[in-house]
T-cell receptor
Framework: DAKTTQPPSMDCAEGRAANLPCNHS???????VYWYRQIHSQGPQYIIH???NNETNEMASLIITEDRKSSTLILPHATLRDTAVYYC????????????FGKGTHLIIQP | EPEVTQTPSHQVTQMGQEVILRCVPI?????FYWYRQILGQKVEFLVS????????KSEIFDDQFSVERPDGSNFTLKIRSTKLEDSAMYFC????????????????FGDGTRLSIL
C-alpha cells in the first residue's frame, strides 16, 4: 500500500495559519488524499479530501502539488481547539476499504 | 449535523465473556465500519460492511469477532470470548455511497466505546 510521511509534531501560535505537510511519493492515480484529525479521547474527524486540485471548505484548505507527491493541510486561523493529531491518509476510490491510519502529526496550538 | 452514535461509552467486561458494541450510523449511509485503537497506538481498521455482508476485513478481525445489522438503524460488533488484549477504544464509522460507483465519500466516525477487559 502507498504510505504517507508526516512530521511527528508541530507547534503553531493561536491565530496564525497552521501548515501541516504530508509526503506521499508513491501515490497511485486512483488514490485520494484525505485528512482527518483526532482530538484527545474523541473519534477521528473528517476534515477534507482531494484528488489533484486544491480544495477548500469551512474547516481547512488542501494544497496538492502538481505531481501529487505531497500535500499541505492549511488551517487558516488556528485556535486552541485545533490542538489534535492530524492524519494524512491515501484512500483508493471505492467505498468499502478501511482507512489506514499512521501516527500522524501532533499539532499543538500555543496561546 | 447528523452524527454516528455509539453505546455504551464505556464497557467493562470480564475476560472470556461476550460483549456487544452498538452503533447507530448516519441514517442515509450504506457503508459501515469498525476500527479499534489500543491505548497509545494507531487507529486500526477491523471490518467494513455493505449490503448486509462483510466487504473487507483485516487480519485482526478473526473468528472471535462478528458484525451484524440487526435492523434498519443499528450496526453491532460482537466479541465472543474477550481477551485482555481486546481492551481498546472501538470506533464505528459510516459513509454515503454517493451517486454512482465507485465512491469517494468520506467516512464519519462516532466517539467510540472504551472496552476494558478485566
Amino acid at each position: 500500500d502507498a504510505k504517507t510521511t508526516q512530521p511527528p509534531s508541530m507547534d503553531c501560535a493561536e491565530g496564525r495559519a497552521a501548515n501541516l505537510p504530508c509526503n506521499h511519493s508513491t501515490i497511485s492515480g486512483n488514490e485520494y488524499v484525505y485528512w482527518y484529525r483526532q482530538i484527545h479521547s474523541q473519534g477521528p474527524q473528517y476534515i477534507i479530501h482531494g484528488l489533484k486540485n486544491n480544495e477548500t471548505n469551512e474547516m481547512a484548505s488542501l494544497i496538492i502539488t502538481e505531481d501529487r507527491k505531497s500535500s499541505t493541510l492549511i488551517l487558516p486561523h488556528a485556535t486552541l481547539r485545533d490542538t489534535a493529531v492530524y492524519y494524512c491518509i491515501l484512500f483508493r476510490r471505492g467505498g468499502a476499504d478501511g482507512l489506514t491510519f499512521g501516527k500522524g502529526t501532533h499539532l499543538i496550538i500555543q496561546p | 449535523e447528523p452524527e454516528v452514535t455509539q453505546t455504551p461509552s464505556h464497557q467493562v467486561t470480564q475476560m472470556g465473556q461476550e460483549v456487544i458494541l452498538r452503533c447507530v450510523p448516519i441514517s442515509n449511509h450504506l457503508y459501515f465500519y469498525w476500527y479499534r485503537q489500543i491505548l497509545g497506538q494507531k487507529v486500526e481498521f477491523l471490518v467494513s460492511f455493505y449490503n448486509n455482508e462483510i466487504s473487507e476485513k483485516s487480519e485482526i478481525f478473526d473468528d472471535q469477532f462478528s458484525v451484524e445489522r440487526p435492523d434498519g438503524s443499528n450496526f453491532t460488533l460482537k466479541i465472543r470470548s474477550t481477551k485482555l488484549e481486546d481492551s481498546a477504544m472501538y470506533f464505528c464509522a459510516s459513509s454515503d455511497p454517493g451517486r454512482g460507483a465507485p465512491s469517494n465519500q468520506p467516512q464519519h466516525f462516532g466517539d467510540g466505546t472504551r472496552l476494558s477487559i478485566l
